[in-house]
Nanobody, 122 residues
Framework: QLPLVESGGGLVKPGGSLRLSCAAS????????VAWFRQAPGKEREEVAC????????NYADSVKGRFTISRDYDKNTVYLQMNNLKPEDADVYYC???????????????WGQGTQVTVSS
């Protein structure tokens, strides 16, 4: 089994919503900040949201602030990204990763999963 598995992507119309899940297997996410990233063709990977290990502080990219919400469920060893009011420019492959430590300033783990595709189209 993969250490991190992203799911929940799909096709939505502009203004629609999706909830992405990042499930960890074989290790606990509790000690780590976890971030969601996206990467469009020809662009560098962008961190869109991050939640610290305690869950009591979150960060968001300006482009998604007010529309996306990151959360975590320690019992399920899973981090979520609720995406509302989706825009065509949100279409990307979305990845999650631990940030190496308790806070979002850390470096992501070396392994990246397959991601989950988000498509926004009318």
């Amino acid at each position: 089994q993969l250490p991190l598995v992203e799911s929940g992507g799909g096709l939505v119309k502009p203004g629609g919503s999706l909830r992405l899940s990042c499930a960890a297997s074989g290790f606990s996410l509790d000690a780590y900040a976890v971030a969601w990233f996206r990467q469009a063709p020809g662009k560098e990977r962008e961190e869109v949201a991050c939640i610290i290990s305690s869950g009591f502080r979150t960060n968001y990219a300006d482009s998604v602030k007010g529309r996306f919400t990151i959360s975590r469920d320690y019992d399920k060893n899973t981090v979520y990204l609720q995406m509302n009011n989706l825009k065509p420019e949100d279409a990307d492959v979305y990845y999650c990763n631990g940030m190496g430590g308790s806070y979002c300033m850390g470096d992501p783990f070396g392994y990246w999963g397959q991601g989950t595709q988000v498509t926004v189209s009318s």
